[in-house]
T-cell receptor, first 118, second 113 residues
């Protein structure tokens, strides 16, 4: 148990469906992340939210839409996905100790949501 | 962007053996972390180690930042050590609370009884 919970753990969807992945962190962190892990490829950073504002979008297609309503929750809305989007989607969080001070640097991951697009 | 190379890509060990995993990176970094991903996909942070040496039980890690590499040592390996070990780095010194870690492809470790 890392303090980061993702639901659902498994999701199968058609190319025309709309679904959402949910992430909740119970660690009091103020930064949250979405990563994608495909077979045979390194983990890829998709989105970063710090203090509920998006600070990074690594050229992710618009069919992936993140939402961060507060510092504890992060969503990834999915629509009109492609079969190549099938992957393990991992949520993570980290803590900013204070502005300008060094962070501990640790990233805490959830167990992931395994997505299959048919 | 920064390149992160891990070796070996695959490693099979007899239970009780020791091993060393290596991570080379192409630029100076301010954040380096080692993770273990178990067979069910869960990633666990092992070490935050941008420089120096740390130990945690049977695991230890050393980063030589000036030479751009880090080593993860596993001693007296157990079957529960099986999984994929990732090295991840970030160039930036972050005071804003967020990181942009670049991951290596990992070392897949199999410990057999």
């Amino acid at each position: 148990e890392t303090g980061v919970t993702q639901t659902p753990r498994h999701l199968v969807m058609g190319m025309t469906n709309k679904k959402s992945l949910k992430c909740e962190q119970h660690l009091g962190h103020n930064a949250m992340y979405w990563y994608k892990q495909s077979a045979k490829k390194p983990l890829e950073l998709m989105f970063v939210y710090s203090l509920e504002e998006r600070v990074e979008n690594n050229s992710v297609p618009s069919r992936f839409s993140p939402e961060c309503p507060n510092s504890s929750h992060l969503f990834l809305h999915l629509h009109t996905l492609q079969p190549e989007d099938s992957a393990l989607y991992l949520c993570a969080s980290s803590q900013d100790l204070a502005g300008g001070e060094a962070n501990t640097g640790e990233l805490f991951f959830g167990e992931g949501s395994r997505l299959t697009v048919l | 962007g920064i390149r992160v190379e891990q070796s070996p890509p695959d490693l099979i060990l007899q239970e009780g053996a020791n091993s060393t995993l290596r991570c080379n990176f192409s630029d100076s970094v301010n954040n380096l972390q080692w993770f273990h991903q178990n067979p069910w996909g869960q990633l666990i942070n092992l070490f935050y180690i941008p420089s120096g040496t740390k130990q945690n039980g049977r695991l230890s890690a050393t980063t030589v930042a000036t030479e751009r590499y880090s080593l993860l040592y596993i001693s007296s390996s157990q079957t529960t050590d099986s999984g994929v070990y990732f090295c991840a780095v970030d160039l930036r010194y972050s005071g804003a609370g967020s990181y942009q870690l670049t991951f290596g492809k990992g070392t897949k470790l199999s410990v057999i009884p």
